[in-house]
Protein backbone atom coordinates (compact mmCIF):
# COMPACT_ATOMS: atom_id res chain seq x y z
CA UNK A 1 0.00 0.00 0.00
CA UNK A 2 1.15 3.31 -0.72
CA UNK A 3 -0.07 7.10 0.20
CA UNK A 4 -0.71 9.75 -1.88
CA UNK A 5 -1.57 13.20 -1.57
CA UNK A 6 -3.96 14.80 -3.77
CA UNK A 7 -4.74 18.04 -5.27
CA UNK A 8 -6.92 19.41 -2.32
CA UNK A 9 -4.27 18.52 -0.12
CA UNK A 10 -5.77 15.57 1.04
CA UNK A 11 -4.01 11.79 1.21
CA UNK A 12 -5.32 8.37 -0.27
CA UNK A 13 -4.50 5.11 0.20
CA UNK A 14 -4.30 2.57 -2.82
CA UNK A 15 -3.21 -0.61 -3.23
CA UNK A 16 -0.55 -0.47 -5.93
CA UNK A 17 -1.26 2.40 -7.67
CA UNK A 18 -0.71 6.19 -7.05
CA UNK A 19 -3.80 8.46 -8.46
CA UNK A 20 -3.67 11.84 -8.20
CA UNK A 21 -7.00 13.25 -6.26
CA UNK A 22 -8.24 9.58 -5.66
CA UNK A 23 -10.89 8.86 -2.54
CA UNK A 24 -9.37 9.54 0.94
CA UNK A 25 -7.82 7.55 3.41
CA UNK A 26 -11.30 7.39 4.93
CA UNK A 27 -12.97 5.49 2.36
CA UNK A 28 -12.30 1.85 0.66
CA UNK A 29 -10.02 1.76 -2.20
CA UNK A 30 -10.62 0.53 -5.35
CA UNK A 31 -10.27 -2.75 -5.89
CA UNK A 32 -6.94 -3.51 -7.79
CA UNK A 33 -7.67 -6.28 -10.02
CA UNK A 34 -10.26 -4.51 -11.38
CA UNK A 35 -8.55 -2.72 -14.63
CA UNK A 36 -8.94 1.41 -13.62
CA UNK A 37 -8.42 3.85 -16.35
CA UNK A 38 -6.56 6.21 -14.06
CA UNK A 39 -3.81 3.93 -13.57
CA UNK A 40 -2.22 5.07 -16.66
CA UNK A 41 -1.94 8.71 -14.87
CA UNK A 42 -0.45 7.33 -11.51
CA UNK A 43 2.30 8.41 -9.54
CA UNK A 44 5.08 6.51 -9.92
CA UNK A 45 7.42 6.15 -6.94
CA UNK A 46 10.71 7.25 -7.62
CA UNK A 47 13.85 6.22 -6.00
CA UNK A 48 16.39 9.19 -4.79
CA UNK A 49 18.10 9.41 -7.84
CA UNK A 50 15.13 9.64 -9.94
CA UNK A 51 13.71 12.39 -7.43
CA UNK A 52 16.96 14.40 -7.90
CA UNK A 53 16.88 13.75 -11.50
CA UNK A 54 13.18 14.94 -12.03
CA UNK A 55 14.40 18.18 -9.54
CA UNK A 56 16.83 18.83 -12.02
CA UNK A 57 14.49 18.43 -15.22
CA UNK A 58 12.04 20.72 -13.49
CA UNK A 59 14.78 23.17 -13.56
CA UNK A 60 15.70 22.53 -16.77
CA UNK A 61 11.99 23.36 -18.57
CA UNK A 62 12.01 26.22 -16.11
CA UNK A 63 14.96 28.02 -17.62
CA UNK A 64 13.58 26.99 -21.06
CA UNK A 65 9.46 27.25 -21.40
CA UNK A 66 8.89 30.03 -18.92
CA UNK A 67 10.99 32.55 -20.29
CA UNK A 68 9.73 31.73 -23.66
CA UNK A 69 6.43 32.02 -22.37
CA UNK A 70 6.55 34.88 -20.52
CA UNK A 71 7.98 36.88 -22.85
CA UNK A 72 5.53 35.79 -25.30
CA UNK A 73 2.52 37.19 -22.75
CA UNK A 74 4.95 40.42 -22.43
CA UNK A 75 4.62 41.06 -26.05
CA UNK A 76 1.27 40.50 -26.04
CA UNK A 77 0.40 42.83 -23.27
CA UNK A 78 2.55 45.36 -24.95
CA UNK A 79 0.69 44.94 -27.99
CA UNK A 80 -2.65 44.13 -26.40
CA UNK A 81 -2.84 47.64 -24.04
CA UNK A 82 -0.83 50.16 -26.74
CA UNK A 83 -3.80 52.23 -27.26
CA UNK A 84 -4.08 53.63 -23.75
CA UNK A 85 -0.43 54.41 -24.05
CA UNK A 86 -0.57 56.24 -27.41
CA UNK A 87 -3.72 58.26 -26.60
CA UNK A 88 -2.02 59.57 -23.77
CA UNK A 89 1.06 60.39 -25.76
CA UNK A 90 -1.26 62.41 -28.35
CA UNK A 91 -3.17 59.73 -30.91
CA UNK A 92 -6.41 61.18 -29.16
CA UNK A 93 -5.41 64.84 -30.44
CA UNK A 94 -4.15 64.14 -33.76
CA UNK A 95 -6.46 62.31 -34.78
CA UNK A 96 -9.02 63.68 -33.32
CA UNK A 97 -10.53 60.86 -30.91
CA UNK A 98 -13.67 60.86 -28.83
CA UNK A 99 -13.75 59.02 -26.13
CA UNK A 100 -16.06 56.59 -27.66
CA UNK A 101 -13.59 56.09 -30.61
CA UNK A 102 -10.80 54.93 -28.44
CA UNK A 103 -13.27 52.61 -27.03
CA UNK A 104 -13.64 51.32 -30.36
CA UNK A 105 -9.92 51.19 -30.26
CA UNK A 106 -10.09 49.03 -27.45
CA UNK A 107 -12.52 47.01 -28.20
CA UNK A 108 -12.41 45.83 -31.62
CA UNK A 109 -9.01 43.85 -30.34
CA UNK A 110 -11.59 41.51 -28.52
CA UNK A 111 -13.10 40.87 -32.20
CA UNK A 112 -10.75 39.19 -33.65
CA UNK A 113 -9.62 38.17 -30.24
CA UNK A 114 -13.10 35.98 -29.65
CA UNK A 115 -13.65 34.36 -33.11
CA UNK A 116 -10.23 32.57 -33.14
CA UNK A 117 -10.31 31.73 -29.68
CA UNK A 118 -11.51 27.82 -30.44
CA UNK A 119 -8.89 27.20 -33.66
CA UNK A 120 -5.92 28.90 -31.02
CA UNK A 121 -7.02 26.41 -28.12
CA UNK A 122 -7.80 22.84 -29.63
CA UNK A 123 -5.25 23.55 -32.75
CA UNK A 124 -2.06 23.43 -30.59
CA UNK A 125 -1.13 19.72 -30.44
CA UNK A 126 -1.64 19.87 -34.40
CA UNK A 127 -0.06 22.65 -35.33
CA UNK A 128 3.15 22.53 -32.82
CA UNK A 129 3.34 24.65 -30.19
CA UNK A 130 6.54 26.03 -31.94
CA UNK A 131 4.51 27.45 -35.38
CA UNK A 132 1.41 28.10 -33.60
CA UNK A 133 2.92 30.47 -31.34
CA UNK A 134 5.53 31.84 -33.11
CA UNK A 135 4.04 32.53 -36.35
CA UNK A 136 1.00 33.95 -34.43
CA UNK A 137 3.82 36.94 -32.27
CA UNK A 138 5.29 37.28 -35.56
CA UNK A 139 2.03 38.27 -37.33
CA UNK A 140 0.23 40.25 -34.60
CA UNK A 141 3.82 42.26 -34.62
CA UNK A 142 3.44 43.09 -38.45
CA UNK A 143 -0.18 44.31 -37.85
CA UNK A 144 0.88 46.50 -34.56
CA UNK A 145 3.51 47.79 -36.89
CA UNK A 146 1.44 48.63 -39.38
CA UNK A 147 -0.56 51.03 -37.07
CA UNK A 148 2.41 53.43 -37.62
CA UNK A 149 0.59 54.78 -40.11
CA UNK A 150 -2.85 55.27 -39.35
CA UNK A 151 -4.83 58.34 -40.24
CA UNK A 152 -7.51 57.80 -38.63
CA UNK A 153 -9.24 55.97 -35.50
CA UNK A 154 -10.96 53.42 -38.21
CA UNK A 155 -7.63 52.40 -39.02
CA UNK A 156 -6.49 51.50 -35.53
CA UNK A 157 -9.72 50.01 -35.21
CA UNK A 158 -9.05 47.32 -38.26
CA UNK A 159 -5.89 46.59 -37.13
CA UNK A 160 -6.97 45.56 -33.71
CA UNK A 161 -9.05 43.15 -34.71
CA UNK A 162 -6.34 41.77 -36.82
CA UNK A 163 -3.99 41.50 -34.10
CA UNK A 164 -6.73 39.95 -32.07
CA UNK A 165 -7.08 37.52 -34.10
CA UNK A 166 -3.26 37.02 -34.35
CA UNK A 167 -3.21 37.04 -30.33
CA UNK A 168 -6.03 34.54 -30.34
CA UNK A 169 -3.49 31.36 -31.15
CA UNK A 170 -1.50 32.35 -28.15
CA UNK A 171 -4.11 30.62 -25.58
CA UNK A 172 -2.72 27.69 -26.68
CA UNK A 173 0.18 28.46 -24.14
CA UNK A 174 -1.89 28.01 -20.99
CA UNK A 175 -2.86 24.20 -22.58
CA UNK A 176 1.07 23.87 -23.44
CA UNK A 177 2.20 24.41 -20.11
CA UNK A 178 -0.65 21.79 -18.78
CA UNK A 179 1.82 19.08 -21.03
CA UNK A 180 4.97 20.23 -19.26
CA UNK A 181 4.05 20.80 -15.81
CA UNK A 182 1.61 18.79 -13.17
CA UNK A 183 -1.21 20.16 -11.69
CA UNK A 184 0.10 21.20 -8.60
CA UNK A 185 2.74 23.43 -10.39
CA UNK A 186 0.37 25.40 -12.43
CA UNK A 187 -0.21 28.41 -10.53
CA UNK A 188 3.18 29.29 -10.17
CA UNK A 189 4.73 28.97 -13.62
CA UNK A 190 1.25 30.48 -14.68
CA UNK A 191 1.55 33.26 -12.67
CA UNK A 192 5.48 33.89 -13.66
CA UNK A 193 4.24 33.69 -17.33
CA UNK A 194 0.81 35.49 -17.03
CA UNK A 195 1.65 38.60 -14.42
CA UNK A 196 4.71 39.26 -17.63
CA UNK A 197 1.67 41.10 -18.66
CA UNK A 198 1.55 43.35 -15.62
CA UNK A 199 5.09 44.06 -16.26
CA UNK A 200 4.43 44.84 -19.78
CA UNK A 201 1.84 47.28 -18.41
CA UNK A 202 4.77 49.19 -16.53
CA UNK A 203 7.30 48.83 -19.61
CA UNK A 204 4.22 49.83 -21.98
CA UNK A 205 4.23 53.42 -19.63
CA UNK A 206 8.23 53.27 -19.35
CA UNK A 207 8.39 52.81 -23.03
CA UNK A 208 5.93 55.48 -23.47
CA UNK A 209 7.53 57.90 -21.12
CA UNK A 210 10.76 57.88 -23.12
CA UNK A 211 9.54 58.15 -26.72
CA UNK A 212 7.46 61.65 -25.62
CA UNK A 213 10.80 62.77 -23.83
CA UNK A 214 13.47 62.01 -26.55
CA UNK A 215 12.62 60.66 -29.84
CA UNK A 216 8.96 62.60 -29.77
CA UNK A 217 9.08 64.23 -33.66
CA UNK A 218 12.14 62.49 -35.07
CA UNK A 219 11.85 61.66 -38.52
CA UNK A 220 8.41 63.82 -38.89
CA UNK A 221 6.38 61.14 -36.46
CA UNK A 222 5.04 61.98 -33.51
CA UNK A 223 5.43 60.01 -29.95
CA UNK A 224 2.47 57.77 -29.98
CA UNK A 225 3.37 56.17 -33.68
CA UNK A 226 6.84 55.19 -32.41
CA UNK A 227 5.11 53.46 -29.67
CA UNK A 228 3.45 50.83 -32.28
CA UNK A 229 6.16 51.11 -34.30
CA UNK A 230 9.04 49.92 -32.00
CA UNK A 231 6.57 47.51 -29.92
CA UNK A 232 5.32 45.53 -32.87
CA UNK A 233 9.02 44.93 -34.46
CA UNK A 234 9.70 43.98 -31.11
CA UNK A 235 6.93 41.50 -31.65
CA UNK A 236 7.93 39.78 -35.25
CA UNK A 237 11.75 39.18 -33.87
CA UNK A 238 10.55 36.94 -30.72
CA UNK A 239 7.92 35.20 -32.77
CA UNK A 240 11.09 33.93 -34.86
CA UNK A 241 12.88 33.13 -31.70
CA UNK A 242 9.62 31.29 -30.55
CA UNK A 243 9.35 29.40 -33.48
CA UNK A 244 12.89 27.86 -33.10
CA UNK A 245 13.57 27.62 -29.57
CA UNK A 246 10.49 26.43 -27.97
CA UNK A 247 10.34 22.53 -27.26
CA UNK A 248 7.60 20.95 -28.98
CA UNK A 249 4.94 18.36 -26.89
CA UNK A 250 7.05 15.42 -24.48
CA UNK A 251 6.44 12.87 -26.89
CA UNK A 252 7.22 14.76 -29.85
CA UNK A 253 10.54 17.19 -28.61
CA UNK A 254 13.83 16.01 -30.54
CA UNK A 255 15.90 18.87 -29.79
CA UNK A 256 17.43 20.06 -26.44
CA UNK A 257 16.83 16.69 -23.97
CA UNK A 258 18.66 13.94 -23.28
CA UNK A 259 17.22 10.21 -23.63
CA UNK A 260 16.23 9.93 -19.88
CA UNK A 261 14.99 13.38 -19.77
CA UNK A 262 12.16 12.70 -22.72
CA UNK A 263 11.56 9.78 -20.48
CA UNK A 264 11.18 11.68 -17.37
CA UNK A 265 8.39 14.39 -19.42
CA UNK A 266 6.28 11.39 -20.69
CA UNK A 267 6.04 10.08 -17.49
CA UNK A 268 5.14 13.34 -16.06
CA UNK A 269 2.61 14.35 -18.34
CA UNK A 270 0.74 11.67 -18.04
CA UNK A 271 0.90 11.98 -14.62
CA UNK A 272 -0.85 15.15 -15.09
CA UNK A 273 -3.60 13.72 -16.66
CA UNK A 274 -2.38 14.22 -20.69
CA UNK A 275 -2.69 10.62 -23.25
CA UNK A 276 0.52 11.78 -25.86
CA UNK A 277 -0.74 11.56 -29.02
CA UNK A 278 -4.00 12.47 -28.71
CA UNK A 279 -6.18 13.93 -31.08
CA UNK A 280 -9.12 15.89 -31.21
CA UNK A 281 -12.81 14.43 -29.81
CA UNK A 282 -15.69 16.50 -30.94
CA UNK A 283 -18.08 14.90 -28.03
CA UNK A 284 -15.79 16.50 -25.57
CA UNK A 285 -16.70 19.54 -26.30
CA UNK A 286 -20.47 19.29 -25.83
CA UNK A 287 -19.20 17.70 -22.51
CA UNK A 288 -17.28 20.81 -21.70
CA UNK A 289 -20.48 22.82 -22.36
CA UNK A 290 -22.63 20.71 -20.17
CA UNK A 291 -20.74 20.94 -17.50
CA UNK A 292 -21.56 23.35 -14.92
CA UNK A 293 -17.94 23.70 -14.08
CA UNK A 294 -17.28 25.49 -17.41
CA UNK A 295 -19.96 28.02 -16.73
CA UNK A 296 -18.78 28.31 -12.65
CA UNK A 297 -15.33 29.42 -14.21
CA UNK A 298 -16.53 31.49 -17.57
CA UNK A 299 -18.84 33.51 -14.85
CA UNK A 300 -15.42 34.04 -12.60
CA UNK A 301 -13.43 35.14 -15.99
CA UNK A 302 -15.98 37.43 -16.87
CA UNK A 303 -16.20 39.08 -13.22
CA UNK A 304 -12.19 39.26 -13.34
CA UNK A 305 -11.76 40.01 -16.92
CA UNK A 306 -13.98 43.21 -16.63
CA UNK A 307 -11.74 44.59 -13.49
CA UNK A 308 -8.34 43.25 -15.53
CA UNK A 309 -9.71 44.90 -18.66
CA UNK A 310 -10.88 48.34 -17.01
CA UNK A 311 -7.81 48.46 -15.00
CA UNK A 312 -5.10 47.49 -17.34
CA UNK A 313 -6.51 49.55 -20.54
CA UNK A 314 -7.31 52.32 -18.74
CA UNK A 315 -4.80 52.35 -16.31
CA UNK A 316 -2.53 55.51 -17.24
CA UNK A 317 -5.83 57.84 -18.53
CA UNK A 318 -7.20 56.87 -14.83
CA UNK A 319 -4.33 58.10 -13.45
CA UNK A 320 -4.06 60.90 -15.24
CA UNK A 321 -7.62 62.22 -14.27
CA UNK A 322 -6.77 62.25 -10.94
CA UNK A 323 -4.43 65.58 -11.18
CA UNK A 324 -1.59 63.73 -12.62
CA UNK A 325 0.31 65.15 -15.97
CA UNK A 326 0.76 62.80 -18.87
CA UNK A 327 4.36 61.94 -18.71
CA UNK A 328 3.47 61.82 -14.16
CA UNK A 329 0.38 59.59 -15.26
CA UNK A 330 3.26 57.32 -17.51
CA UNK A 331 5.64 57.13 -14.56
CA UNK A 332 2.76 56.23 -12.12
CA UNK A 333 0.96 53.44 -13.65
CA UNK A 334 4.47 51.62 -13.16
CA UNK A 335 4.74 50.97 -9.63
CA UNK A 336 0.93 49.89 -10.13
CA UNK A 337 1.75 47.15 -12.50
CA UNK A 338 5.08 45.74 -10.79
CA UNK A 339 3.16 45.38 -7.50
CA UNK A 340 0.03 43.54 -9.59
CA UNK A 341 3.03 40.66 -11.10
CA UNK A 342 4.81 40.25 -7.83
CA UNK A 343 1.28 39.59 -6.13
CA UNK A 344 0.31 37.43 -8.63
CA UNK A 345 3.46 35.46 -8.14
CA UNK A 346 3.32 35.06 -4.27
CA UNK A 347 -0.67 34.32 -4.88
CA UNK A 348 0.22 31.34 -7.30
CA UNK A 349 3.17 29.76 -5.63
CA UNK A 350 1.09 29.85 -1.91
CA UNK A 351 -2.07 28.35 -3.61
CA UNK A 352 0.38 25.47 -5.36
CA UNK A 353 1.92 24.95 -2.12
CA UNK A 354 -1.37 24.76 -0.02
CA UNK A 355 -3.11 22.62 -3.02
CA UNK A 356 -6.17 25.54 -3.02
CA UNK A 357 -7.89 27.70 -5.64
CA UNK A 358 -10.99 28.68 -4.37
CA UNK A 359 -10.17 30.32 -0.88
CA UNK A 360 -7.19 32.81 -2.63
CA UNK A 361 -10.08 33.10 -5.45
CA UNK A 362 -12.33 34.91 -2.42
CA UNK A 363 -9.60 36.98 -1.06
CA UNK A 364 -8.69 38.73 -4.25
CA UNK A 365 -12.18 39.25 -4.83
CA UNK A 366 -12.72 41.54 -2.05
CA UNK A 367 -9.33 43.12 -2.01
CA UNK A 368 -10.39 43.96 -5.92
CA UNK A 369 -13.80 45.32 -4.78
CA UNK A 370 -12.18 47.49 -1.95
CA UNK A 371 -10.04 48.83 -4.54
CA UNK A 372 -12.95 49.72 -7.37
CA UNK A 373 -14.73 51.62 -3.49
CA UNK A 374 -11.44 53.83 -3.62
CA UNK A 375 -12.02 54.96 -7.04
CA UNK A 376 -15.42 55.44 -6.73
CA UNK A 377 -15.47 57.80 -3.40
CA UNK A 378 -12.20 59.73 -4.76
CA UNK A 379 -11.21 62.04 -2.68
CA UNK A 380 -7.46 63.18 -2.35
CA UNK A 381 -5.34 61.47 -5.18
CA UNK A 382 -3.23 59.20 -3.58
CA UNK A 383 -6.96 57.37 -2.17
CA UNK A 384 -7.81 56.43 -6.20
CA UNK A 385 -4.49 55.59 -6.55
CA UNK A 386 -4.17 53.32 -3.68
CA UNK A 387 -7.70 51.80 -5.47
CA UNK A 388 -5.43 51.08 -8.70
CA UNK A 389 -2.88 49.54 -6.61
CA UNK A 390 -5.44 47.39 -4.87
CA UNK A 391 -7.81 46.50 -8.31
CA UNK A 392 -4.58 45.05 -9.68
CA UNK A 393 -3.37 43.46 -6.94
CA UNK A 394 -6.84 41.33 -6.34
CA UNK A 395 -7.69 40.72 -10.59
CA UNK A 396 -4.01 39.55 -11.47
CA UNK A 397 -4.14 37.02 -9.80
CA UNK A 398 -7.83 36.00 -10.15
CA UNK A 399 -7.06 35.27 -14.05
CA UNK A 400 -4.04 32.99 -12.76
CA UNK A 401 -5.90 31.30 -10.40
CA UNK A 402 -9.34 30.58 -12.95
CA UNK A 403 -6.94 29.18 -15.39
CA UNK A 404 -5.16 26.59 -12.58
CA UNK A 405 -8.36 25.68 -10.99
CA UNK A 406 -10.00 24.38 -14.79
CA UNK A 407 -6.59 22.60 -15.18
CA UNK A 408 -7.11 21.10 -12.10
CA UNK A 409 -10.49 19.94 -12.64
CA UNK A 410 -11.37 19.31 -16.27
CA UNK A 411 -9.59 16.54 -18.10
CA UNK A 412 -9.62 14.86 -21.78
CA UNK A 413 -8.02 16.88 -24.02
CA UNK A 414 -10.59 18.47 -26.55
CA UNK A 415 -12.82 19.06 -23.19
CA UNK A 416 -10.21 20.78 -21.24
CA UNK A 417 -9.43 23.15 -24.46
CA UNK A 418 -13.02 24.00 -25.48
CA UNK A 419 -13.78 24.80 -21.88
CA UNK A 420 -10.97 27.10 -21.49
CA UNK A 421 -12.47 29.00 -24.73
CA UNK A 422 -15.85 28.89 -23.33
CA UNK A 423 -14.20 30.69 -20.06
CA UNK A 424 -12.11 32.80 -21.99
CA UNK A 425 -14.92 33.77 -24.16
CA UNK A 426 -16.81 35.25 -21.75
CA UNK A 427 -13.92 36.54 -20.12
CA UNK A 428 -13.92 38.51 -23.49
CA UNK A 429 -17.84 39.79 -24.22
CA UNK A 430 -17.27 41.07 -20.40
CA UNK A 431 -14.16 42.73 -21.46
CA UNK A 432 -15.90 44.77 -23.96
CA UNK A 433 -18.70 45.52 -22.14
CA UNK A 434 -16.87 47.25 -19.59
CA UNK A 435 -14.89 49.21 -22.21
CA UNK A 436 -18.02 50.45 -23.44
CA UNK A 437 -18.37 51.71 -19.93
CA UNK A 438 -15.85 54.32 -20.20
CA UNK A 439 -17.67 56.82 -22.39
CA UNK A 440 -18.98 58.87 -19.98
CA UNK A 441 -15.92 60.87 -19.34
CA UNK A 442 -14.18 62.75 -17.38
CA UNK A 443 -14.72 60.51 -14.39
CA UNK A 444 -16.18 57.29 -16.05
CA UNK A 445 -18.27 56.44 -12.83
CA UNK A 446 -20.69 53.78 -15.15
CA UNK A 447 -17.08 51.83 -15.46
CA UNK A 448 -16.01 51.99 -12.36
CA UNK A 449 -19.07 50.59 -10.94
CA UNK A 450 -19.54 47.82 -13.56
CA UNK A 451 -16.06 46.79 -12.12
CA UNK A 452 -17.02 47.20 -8.30
CA UNK A 453 -19.98 44.93 -9.53
CA UNK A 454 -18.00 42.76 -11.04
CA UNK A 455 -16.08 41.96 -7.78
CA UNK A 456 -18.92 41.59 -5.66
CA UNK A 457 -20.23 38.70 -8.17
CA UNK A 458 -16.93 36.67 -7.97
CA UNK A 459 -17.06 37.06 -4.53
CA UNK A 460 -20.29 34.95 -4.25
CA UNK A 461 -19.75 33.05 -7.04
CA UNK A 462 -16.31 31.38 -5.55
CA UNK A 463 -18.20 29.61 -2.48
CA UNK A 464 -20.93 28.68 -4.79
CA UNK A 465 -18.31 26.50 -6.94
CA UNK A 466 -16.63 25.11 -4.12
CA UNK A 467 -19.83 23.86 -2.62
CA UNK A 468 -20.51 22.09 -5.84
CA UNK A 469 -17.43 20.80 -6.10
CA UNK A 470 -17.28 19.50 -2.59
CA UNK A 471 -21.06 18.22 -3.57
CA UNK A 472 -19.94 16.38 -6.45
CA UNK A 473 -16.95 14.51 -4.57
CA UNK A 474 -19.64 13.58 -1.75
CA UNK A 475 -21.64 12.11 -4.81
CA UNK A 476 -19.08 10.34 -6.41
CA UNK A 477 -18.13 8.72 -3.04
CA UNK A 478 -21.41 7.86 -2.09
CA UNK A 479 -21.83 5.82 -5.24
CA UNK A 480 -18.43 4.18 -5.91
CA UNK A 481 -19.26 0.79 -5.49
CA UNK A 482 -22.04 1.17 -7.89
CA UNK A 483 -22.01 -1.68 -10.70
CA UNK A 484 -21.87 1.78 -13.07
CA UNK A 485 -19.16 2.79 -11.41
CA UNK A 486 -17.13 -0.42 -11.86
CA UNK A 487 -17.88 -0.07 -15.85
CA UNK A 488 -16.54 3.41 -15.53
CA UNK A 489 -13.86 2.81 -13.41
CA UNK A 490 -12.37 0.83 -16.38
CA UNK A 491 -12.36 4.26 -18.68
CA UNK A 492 -9.93 6.23 -19.39
CA UNK A 493 -9.53 10.26 -19.27
CA UNK A 494 -10.19 10.90 -22.83
CA UNK A 495 -13.26 8.57 -22.87
CA UNK A 496 -15.01 9.67 -19.37
CA UNK A 497 -13.02 12.43 -18.44
CA UNK A 498 -13.21 13.75 -14.75
CA UNK A 499 -16.33 11.78 -14.58
CA UNK A 500 -14.08 9.12 -13.61
CA UNK A 501 -15.52 7.85 -10.29
CA UNK A 502 -11.79 7.94 -8.83
CA UNK A 503 -10.91 11.21 -9.89
CA UNK A 504 -11.93 13.71 -7.07
CA UNK A 505 -12.36 17.84 -7.74
CA UNK A 506 -10.00 19.72 -5.66
CA UNK A 507 -11.22 22.87 -4.44
Known amino acids: MTTNENASGHKSITPMIHVDRIATDSESAPNPSIENGLTAHQETDLSPEEIAAEKKFRLKIDLIIL ?131 SVAGSMNGLIAYAIQTTTDGRYGRPAWRWIFLIEGVMSVGFGVVIFFCLPNTPERVKRGFTAQEKEIAIRRT ?124 GSTPMVILELAWLNNNIIGYTKKASAMTIMNMTGH ?45 AKKLANKNTPEAAVMRAKSVEEIYDTHPDFMYSQ
Open 67 to 197: PLVATLYFLAALDRTDVGNAAVAGMDVDLSLTPAQLSYCVAFFYIGFMVFQLPGAILVRAITPPIQLGVACMLWGVATAIMTEAQNWQTIAGLRVVVGAFEAFIQGAPLYLTFWYKPHELATRGAISLSMM
Open 270 to 393: KEAFNVPHTRLHLRQMGAAVKDPKTWFLSVLNGCSAMSQAAWSQFLPFIIKLNGYTANEAQIMAIPVFVVAGVTAILVGYLSDRWRTRGTFLTGCALVTGVGWVLLIIGGPRQLPYAGCLLIGM
Open 429 to 473: VCTIAVSFGFRDGPQYYTGKRLGLSSAAIAALAVPAMMMYLKAQN
